[in-house]
C-alpha cells in the first residue's frame, strides 16, 4: 500500500503565506510527478501545480508568482509554499502521486485526505 500524508493547512488573512507538505511512503517504485489540487465549494477540482520526476513545473494561471513547488526527490515529498494568498484561494487542498508500483511495475496514482486552507479576514 501507499500512503499520502499531508500537513500544513489552516486559516489565514488575505495577503499573508501557508505552507503546505505531502509526504508519500509504501511500495513505490518510482515516483512520475507529484502535484497539489484543490476544490472549493460547489466547484470542480482543479489542478493547482504539479512537479515531475525532472523537476518540471506547472501551474494554474490564477497561482502563478504567488505559489511555489518543490519536490525532495530521496523523502518522497512535495511542497507547497503558498504567498499572497486571496480569499478564493480557500478550498480544500489535496496532494496527488503519480507513481509507478513495486507490484506488476504498473502507473498509478492516489490522492491525499485533503486539508482546508482558508483565506478570511
Known amino acids: 500500500q501507499v500512503q499520502l500524508v499531508e500537513s500544513g493547512g489552516g486559516l489565514v488573512q488575505p495577503g499573508g503565506s501557508l505552507r503546505l507538505s505531502c509526504a508519500a511512503s509504501?511500495?513505490?517504485?518510482?515516483?512520475?510527478?507529484m502535484g497539489w489540487y484543490r476544490q472549493a465549494p460547489g466547484k470542480q477540482r482543479e489542478l493547482v501545480a504539479s512537479?515531475?520526476?525532472?523537476?518540471?513545473?506547472n501551474y494554474a494561471d490564477s497561482v502563478k508568482g504567488r505559489f511555489t513547488i518543490s519536490r525532495d526527490g530521496a523523502k518522497n515529498t512535495v511542497a507547497l509554499q503558498m504567498n499572497s494568498l486571496k480569499l478564493e484561494d480557500t478550498a480544500v487542498y489535496y496532494c496527488?502521486?503519480?507513481?509507478?508500483?513495486?507490484?506488476?511495475?504498473?502507473?498509478?496514482?492516489?490522492w491525499g485526505q485533503g486539508t482546508q486552507v482558508t483565506v478570511s479576514s
Open positions: 496527488n502521486l503519480n507513481y509507478v508500483t513495486t507490484v506488476a511495475y504498473s502507473n498509478t496514482e492516489r
Open positions: 509504501g511500495r513505490i517504485f518510482r515516483i512520475n510527478a
Open positions: 512537479i515531475n520526476s525532472g523537476g518540471i513545473t
